[in-house]
């Protein structure tokens, strides 16, 4: 049983589209992040939500929390932004429970 | 600046050999965490630790153990390592308290076991 889905599992894009990565949850939250995992293994944060939407540069992430259900939005996008983007819920103030990833390719 | 490291950046061992992964965090965080990665599963909790000494199980614990003798420090042991331990293992800490809930990742070990 996944207590996190992520979809899609991998997303080619074109240099200026924009993307769209969602997250659903099962259980109850007390706050919901997203990381991003770029090649050679290193992840970092980019948003924690608990409730509406958070903006940085080119990245937006809402949540929805009676639907249980969250998205990350990428205006704009890059090849930079070719990552391994990942939705991860925060259960207890302790541990967390992860998405299995969504692989971003944005070709030039 | 957060920073978490890890003792390799890569690893190859042997079937049967005895496995230390290190973990320091430089920010007196309580939480501890060792996760594995595998393709399509996505990151598994092997043990956390809330503080020194102190250690809990996580999804996959078997064949895995760990030790937490400083605070800063959390270590992972495969005591008899097998290939299908070869995977990505990240380390992660994170502090306690309203202000704290972000975990903060090592750059992660690649291992293969052969």
């Known amino acids: 049983k996944n207590e996190v889905e992520q979809s899609p599992q991998n997303l080619t894009a074109q240099e200026g589209e924009f993307i769209t990565i969602n997250c659903s949850y099962s259980?109850?939250?007390?706050?919901l992040h997203w990381l991003q995992q770029h090649p050679g293994g290193g992840i970092v944060s980019l948003f924690m939500?608990?409730?509406g939407k958070k903006k940085h540069g080119r990245l937006i992430a809402t949540i929805n929390i009676q639907e249980k259900h969250s998205s990350l939005h990428i205006t704009a996008s890059h090849p930079r932004d070719s990552a391994v983007y990942i939705c991860?819920?925060?259960?207890?103030?302790?541990?967390?429970?992860f998405g299995t990833g969504t692989s971003l390719t944005v070709i030039p | 600046d957060v920073k978490v490291t890890q003792s390799s950046r890569y690893l190859v061992k042997r079937t049967g050999e005895k496995v230390f992964l290190e973990c320091v965090q430089d920010?007196?965080?309580?939480?501890m965490f060792w996760y594995r990665q595998d393709p399509g599963l996505g990151l598994r909790l092997i043990y956390f630790?809330?503080?020194?000494?102190?250690?809990e199980k996580g999804d996959i614990p078997e064949g895995y153990s760990v030790s937490r003798e400083k605070k800063e420090r959390f270590s992972l042991i495969l005591e008899s390592a097998s290939t299908n331990q070869t995977s990505m293992y990240l380390c992660?800490?994170?502090?306690?308290?309203?202000?704290?809930?972000?975990?903060?990742f090592g750059p992660g070990t690649r291992l293969t076991v052969t």
């Open positions: 259980v109850g939250i007390s706050a």
């Open positions: 630790s809330y503080d020194v000494k102190m250690k």
């Open positions: 992660a800490s994170r502090g306690t308290g309203q202000s704290s809930y972000e975990q903060y």
């Open positions: 920010m007196d965080h309580e939480n």
């Open positions: 939500l608990s409730s």
């Open positions: 991860a819920v925060d259960r207890t103030g302790n541990q967390f429970y």
